[in-house]
């Protein structure tokens, strides 16, 4: 059983609603067990035990929010060697894959061990609260498909 957290922020609900149709995506392939957890609730050790480290995040001017860059820091603390990491992002403007690729840029810096599964996931929300725009949300769940199959390869 490959087991997956993924670890997330969200103001208005819309980065929760993605992270919950990531998980779906994955629980349609056999094998994998996926939680959720917010960076305040997930104790670092806790995080040995996952096969991948999943981390979303609300674009918050241009990038992830304090508590998930923080969170991403943390990630240093611990020996992540050999584990997958993949990141999404929600964005109101024009910021398609802005905070994604800062989250991408934090990990490779701070967290070397931790490798990209996948590259990370932008999702498009209607204004500062939403709601999550057509046509995004089975993208949410492809791409829970695609690194629950990844794991198990
Ligand atoms: C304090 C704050 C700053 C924001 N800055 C940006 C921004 O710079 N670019 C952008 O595209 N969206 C920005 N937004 C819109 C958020 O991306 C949007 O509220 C978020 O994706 C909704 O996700 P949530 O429901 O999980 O909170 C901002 C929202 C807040 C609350």
Redesign the pocket.
Known sequence: MAKVIIVYE???????MVAESIIEGMRQVSGIEATLGKPKEVDLKQLIGYDAILVGS?????GATRGIRKFIDKLAKINLEGKLAAVFD????G?FEKAVKKMEKQIGEKVPALKLAAPGLSIK?EG???PIAEGELPKCKEFGVKIANQLKG
């Open positions: 969200s103001v208005f609900g819309n980065t929760k609300p674009n918050h001017m241009g929600t964005y109101a403007g910021e929300v500062m609260r939403g």
